[in-house]
């Protein structure tokens, strides 16, 4: 694809550059094949004009500069190509665009429902919905656990204690963290254990095809 450059001019007449959040640019090829890339802009990309403001265009004398002015570089967080989107940062999506109150929304809709497998040890919760509340700030621990909301484990019958111990027999890592107490039930009193406690949940344990190690896979895409 040949990349067309035309001159830019950024007019904001009635706007301070302050409130700009990002920039989108539109890369064409001039035959209507192009792409849509969307880049963040932070405060300290912002350079506010000062009396000792000044750049050189030619590179031997310099000019004052007369404007606030914005960092562009060369990075891409959001892009959009093929009538599909893409996350690039899904770090910047959470923080400031909303994903992670989504994800939050996800995660404490997929809760009851691991409760009602009845095969956590809740007695010391008074309000066992709340028994996931320390791992907030864990956002990978968050997205595997709003992944769960529509699991077909969790409502299929598959996840009970049988299950799970036999399954911890192979895995030697989910073993030792995965504790089943003298009641059958498992204990979460820490947040290691929750955190391969939902790596189970989310069917993570799999198994090398050529010598069958057991390793916890971090995305599994369907080989069927």
């Known amino acids: 694809m040949e990349l067309i450059i035309h001159p830019l001019t ?32 932070y405060p300290i990309a912002l350079h506010k004009k000062t009396k000792l403001s000044y750049f050189s265009a030619n590179g031997r004398t310099l000019d004052e500069v007369t404007h606030d002015s914005i960092d562009i570089n060369g990075n891409v967080d959001f892009f959009y190509f093929d009538n599909k989107y893409y996350a690039l940062n899904i770090n910047l999506l959470e923080r400031a665009y909303g994903l992670e109150q989504v994800i939050n929304n996800l995660a404490a809709n997929a809760t009851p429902h691991i409760i009602a497998l009845n095969i956590l040890d809740v007695s010391n919760h008074p309000n066992p919905a709340d028994i996931f509340n320390d791992m907030h700030r864990n956002r990978n621990f968050m997205r595997r656990l709003a992944t769960t909301a529509n699991s077909p484990l969790l409502q299929n019958g598959t996840i009970n204690i049988a299950n799970i111990q036999t399954l911890i027999q192979n895995f030697p890592i989910l073993g030792r963290n995965i504790i089943i107490n003298q009641a059958g039930l498992i204990e979460l009193s820490s947040k290691k254990q929750k955190l391969y406690f939902i790596r189970l ?21 369907s080989a069927a």
Request: proline share 4%; net charge neutral; with cysteine.
């Open 10 to 41: 950024l007019t904001l007449p009635s706007k301070n550059l302050s409130t700009v959040k990002g920039i989108v640019y539109y890369l064409c090829d001039g035959q209507g094949n192009g792409v849509v890339v969307y880049q963040h802009k």
């Open 201 to 221: 949940l989310n069917n993570e344990a799999s198994f090398t095809a050529l010598n069958l190690e057991p390793f916890l896979a971090v995305g599994k895409d």
